[in-house]
T-cell receptor, first 119, second 116 residues
Framework: GAVVSQHPSWVICKSGTSVKIECRSLDFQATTMFWYRQFPKQSLMLMATSNEGSKATYEQGVEKDKFLINHASLTLSTLTVTSAHPEDSSFYIC???????????????FGQGTRLTVV | AQSVSQHNHHVILSEAASLELGCNYSYGGTVNLFWYVQYPGQHLQLLLKYFSGDPLVKGIKGFEAEFIKSKFSFNLRKPSVQWSDTAEYFCAVNARSGGGADGLTFGKGTHLIIQP
């Protein structure tokens, strides 16, 4: 299957700083990527849909100014957590679909996730 | 908007026991359905998926699921579990709207523990 890679796998940052998380599709082009957040022992919640070359679409309740998404190329989307606070500590996961190969009926491949801890 | 309900949050079974994890979704239109597994410390992996056709789908590692449209259900089954099946299992759906670019809606997950 297709490979989606996230970097870093974990990061610790000080409160008030910004953190950038990268999501790459390694062997396919992803016009659309998705960013999820997973709280401990809970499910994944869709935060936003990242569209190559255009603005991201955010889910209700997600602050777009806090979670900046940039999808500058067909293989890279970035999520920047701005002015991070301890409540932003979570597991962030991206996914992407190979629409070119599979069309609309295609599975999503997930990155390994990024554990963010804000101290 | 769609929603997904997984009935069992924690399941403990002995090896060789049969498994069935319930999943119901709420959405008025056509959906794609998925089961993902997350082993401790690892990323999500696809177990199986349903897009159309035969409602009984077979996935990896001996898992299967049956889509029952009238019940809005997509239950996961395995006839004989192994200790290595200990993991978190997530049911997910996405609406088959135009473009198919919708993200997934996940259930809360089922933590499965298999005792040797």
């Amino acid at each position: 299957g297709a490979v989606v890679s996230q970097h870093p796998s974990w990061v610790i940052c000080k409160s008030g700083t910004s953190v950038k998380i990268e999501c790459r599709s390694l062997d396919f082009q992803a016009t659309t990527m998705f960013w999820y957040r997973q709280f401990p022992k809970q499910s994944l919640m869709l935060m936003a849909t990242s569209n190559e070359g255009s603005k991201a679409t955010y889910e209700q309740g997600v602050e777009k100014d806090k979670f900046l998404i940039n999808h500058a190329s067909l293989t890279l989307s970035t999520l920047t957590v701005t002015s991070a606070h301890p409540e932003d500590s979570s597991f962030y996961i991206c996914s992407a679909r190979d629409y070119i190969k599979g069309g609309t009926d295609t599975e999503a491949f997930f990155g390994q996730g990024t554990r963010l801890t804000v101290v | 908007a769609q929603s997904v309900s997984q009935h069992n949050h924690h399941v403990i079974l002995s090896e060789a026991a049969s498994l069935e994890l319930g999943c119901n979704y709420s959405y008025g239109g056509t959906v794609n359905l998925f089961w993902y597994v997350q082993y401790p410390g690892q990323h999500l992996q696809l177990l199986l998926k349903y897009f159309s056709g035969d409602p009984l789908v077979k996935g990896i590692k001996g898992f299967e699921a049956e889509f029952i449209k009238s019940k809005f259900s997509f239950n996961l089954r395995k006839p004989s579990v192994q200790w290595s099946d200990t993991a978190e299992y997530f049911c997910a759906v996405n609406a088959r709207s135009g473009g198919g670019a919708d993200g997934l809606t996940f259930g809360k997950g089922t933590h499965l523990i298999i005792q040797p």
